[in-house]
C-alpha cells in the first residue's frame, strides 16, 4: 500500500470516531498533504422544509474538509480555530463534495478554503465557499 493510501485510510479511521459524520454517512474520498475531498450522500433526514440540504449539513461538510486539508498540510492533530461559509446557491442534489486546500501552511496554524458543490445527475453546482483557519493542537501533558 503507498504512503498516499494509507494517508488517506488513516484519515478514513478518524472520520468514523465522529458519531455525526458516520450519522450523515460522510466519506472521505480524497486526502493528500493539504488537500481533501469529503463527500455526503444527500438524503431526507438532511433536508430542511424547502427541500435544499440544510445549512448547517453544508457547513459540516466545508468545516470537516478544511480540517482535515489543514491537519494534513501541518501534519499533526489540529482542530478548526474559526470558518466563515458564504453560500451562493441552495443545495440540492443526491451528493455534496466538499474540496478544501491549505493555502497557507506555517508552524501552528493553517489558512484554508473550500468549495461545496451539490451534484445532481452527476453535474456538480457550486453553492457554497469557504474559508477557515485551522490551528495545531498543544502536545499533550504527560500525566503527573
Not at 461538510?61 to 453560500?87: C, H, M, Q, R, W
Request: aromatic share 6%; charged share 15%.
Amino acid at each position: 500500500m503507498t504512503n498516499e493510501a494509507l494517508f488517506l485510510q488513516k484519515g478514513q479511521a478518524f472520520l468514523a470516531l465522529q458519531p455525526f459524520s458516520v450519522l450523515i454517512g460522510a466519506e472521505l474520498h480524497a486526502l493528500s498533504r493539504g488537500h481533501c475531498e469529503l463527500h455526503v450522500p444527500v438524503t431526507e433526514k438532511i433536508l430542511q422544509q424547502n427541500g435544499f440540504v440544510h445549512g448547517g449539513v453544508v457547513s459540516y461538510a466545508a468545516d470537516n474538509a478544511l480540517t482535515y486539508a489543514g491537519g494534513a498540510a501541518l501534519g499533526v492533530p489540529v482542530v478548526t480555530s474559526e470558518f466563515k461559509i458564504n453560500y451562493v446557491r441552495p443545495a440540492i442534489g443526491d451528493r455534496l463534495i466538499a474540496r478544501a486546500q491549505a493555502v497557507y501552511a506555517g508552524q501552528s496554524q493553517a489558512v484554508c478554503r473550500c468549495d461545496v458543490f451539490a451534484v445532481m445527475n452527476g453535474e456538480e453546482k457550486l453553492c457554497a465557499v469557504a474559508q477557515g483557519t485551522i490551528a495545531r493542537l498543544p502536545d499533550k501533558e504527560p500525566p503527573k
